[in-house]
């Protein structure tokens, strides 16, 4: 057979991928597909659990920052300046500083520590002041309580008891000494007490000098049926009430806690309906919410 006439054969190679019809590119974009996916809904998950600061912080951390408040990279011209208000004379960047940060008043850190102590001074003398009121209105709750026991206890004031009326006032622990119906504490136009104001007088006198309050002593007198007005009675009252005081301060009430005698004649009665009633004619003894000025341990002299 001659070269030229040889054969000529023509072989074809068949490509096999292993992957399956498509192969396996796919799997990488539904990776990706899934990651993102993973990535959206954990965004919309942080979203809905961050509160309206923590949103605001995170936006503020993404919002592009100005370094410089200026109209140009290097604060403006003229050598870093830029031209304001103030003309050629102008600091540039610096003005912007001073106004967007103002100077600290000076010792800025103490007047922070004052009002702080200062707050809290305020609230220990407030709570002193209730601790202090509380104790006082104990002091007369057991005052009162201690004037009935002793009414009740002594029988030669049994009978009196109902001459006596404690109550509690804006100003203080009210005691009043009032006339009943055939049992009066002084005579006819008389300013000095008889036995009965006496005993009564001493009694509320042991209850007094057991706390330290000053003491307001007013005599009261009833008015006059058919009369507007008597002079005497102005003077009368008055000088009920000087006597009242003289038998507490020598039944052991300190002189020093003796702060007003007065007398009221029949300008304040009790049973303001009836003023002719014999209950207007008293002695009323208040002890102030007020302290002494004097110590309650000052000697007497």
Do not use: C
Request: aromatic share 4%; hydrophobic share 40%.
């Amino acid at each position: 057979m001659a070269y030229g006439d040889a054969p000529i054969l023509i072989k074809k190679v068949k490509k096999v991928y292993s992957g399956g019809h498509h192969g396996g590119a796919w799997k990488v974009a539904y990776a990706d597909f899934v990651t993102a996916m993973m990535a959206f809904f954990l965004l919309m998950w942080l979203i809905n659990t961050t509160s309206p600061e923590q949103k605001r912080g995170i936006a503020d951390y993404f919002a592009p920052a100005s370094v410089s408040a200026s109209t140009s990279g290097s604060g403006g011209i003229l050598g870093g300046t830029s031209l304001g208000d103030q003309g050629v004379k102008s600091d540039g960047s610096m003005s912007v500083v001073q106004q967007l940060s103002p100077e600290a008043p000076p010792k800025a850190k103490d007047a922070g520590k004052s009002q702080v102590s200062g707050g809290a001074a305020q609230t220990v003398q407030d709570a002193i002041k209730q601790a202090a009121e509380k104790k006082e209105q104990d002091d007369f709750q057991s005052a009162a309580q201690s004037l009935r026991q002793a009414l009740q206890d002594m029988p030669e004031l049994a009978e009196l008891s109902k001459q006596v009326l404690v109550d509690q006032t804006p100003e203080g622990l009210r005691i009043q000494l009032v006339d009943q119906e055939g049992r009066a504490m002084f005579g006819e136009k008389s300013a000095q007490p008889n036995d009965r104001a006496r005993l009564l007088l001493r009694a509320v006198a042991k209850v007094i000098v057991q706390l330290h309050n000053r003491i307001t002593v007013a005599g009261h007198t009833s008015a006059t049926a058919g009369v507007a007005h008597v002079a005497d009675d102005w003077s009368l009252s008055a000088a009920r009430a000087n006597a009242s005081r003289q038998v507490l301060q020598d039944a052991g009430v300190d002189p020093d806690r003796i702060y007003q005698v007065s007398g009221k004649a029949s300008s304040d009665p009790l049973f303001p309906d009836d003023p002719t009633l014999p209950g207007n004619r008293r002695i009323a003894i208040v002890l102030l919410k007020e302290k002494p000025v004097l110590p309650p341990d000052r000697p007497a002299g």
